[in-house]
């Protein structure tokens, strides 16, 4: 097994015991009494859905925040006429540089 895929099977273990772990806290949560934590269950399940949600605006706005920058500090692309005029100019330099070459006498051995 190579290394990146233990660490992805620790990844894939990892999140999998936090969505059960969420999941039973989200609709059981007497089970922290079991591990000896006292709870209000009103108060754990606000939380247990409060913070994920959180957790999900701040990212959404953060790539949304990603794009804004990266539109707004991105120069413009050239008009398409500009590109094709250039193509158009470079391809007629290699006919030229061909024909010149085509033309200029070979030395014999």
């Known amino acids: ?3 990146d895929q233990a660490i992805g ?3 894939f273990i990892v999140c999998l015991l936090v969505a ?3 999941v039973v806290t989200l609709f059981y ?5 079991w591990i000896g934590l006292t709870y209000n269950s009103g108060d754990v399940q606000f939380w247990a859905v409060a913070i994920p949600v959180f ?3 701040i990212a959404i706005m953060f790539i949304g925040a990603w794009i804004g920058w990266t539109m707004a500090t991105t120069p413009p692309p050239k008009p398409i006429e500009e590109i094709t005029t250039e193509m158009e100019e470079t391809k007629e330099e ?3 540089d061909e024909a010149e070459m085509s033309e200029t006498p070979k030395k014999k051995s």
């Open 20 to 22: 059960v772990g969420y």
């Open 1 to 3: 097994m190579s290394k």
């Open 9 to 11: 099977g620790a990844i």
């Open 55 to 57: 957790i999900a605006f």
């Open 29 to 33: 949560p007497q089970w922290l009494e």
């Open 94 to 96: 290699m006919k030229t």
